[in-house]
């Protein structure tokens, strides 16, 4: 059985930083290629940043140069560096392994003073 869990969300001022984690069970990281989406009420859901198996990353426009994803094969843990938040970066972030139908349960992740 596969799972996905999430941590490190919270609330955090505008120009703070967070750092999710994405740890994995019954699937291998290494193996496969995935990323972070996020959802705000009202919102479709959009991309965030994805990683490769072979670690090339992509990042939706509003998060290039502020977010980092990054991958710890020995652990099966995803990361995500996020710097220089902005209130529109509220949202319930997931992790996701891209083409297959494995979600974890999301993080919250509040920008405000």
């Known amino acids: 059985q596969v799972q996905l869990v999430e941590s490190g969300g919270g609330l955090v001022q505008p120009g703070g930083s967070l750092r999710l984690s994405c740890t994995a069970s019954?699937?291998?990281?290494?193996?496969?290629?995935i990323g972070w989406y996020r959802q705000a009420p009202g919102t479709q859901r959009e991309l965030v940043a994805s990683?490769?198996?072979?670690?090339?990353?992509h990042y939706g426009d509003s998060m290039k140069g502020r977010f980092t994803v990054s991958r710890d094969n020995a652990k099966n843990t995803m990361f995500l560096q996020m710097n220089t938040l902005k209130p529109e970066d509220t949202a319930v972030y997931y992790c996701?392994?891209?083409?297959?139908?494995?979600w974890g349960q999301g993080t919250q992740v509040t920008v405000s003073s």
């Open positions: 019954g699937i291998l990281f290494a193996n496969n290629f």
């Open positions: 990683i490769t198996s072979s670690g090339t990353t």
């Open positions: 996701h392994v891209l083409l297959t139908e494995y």
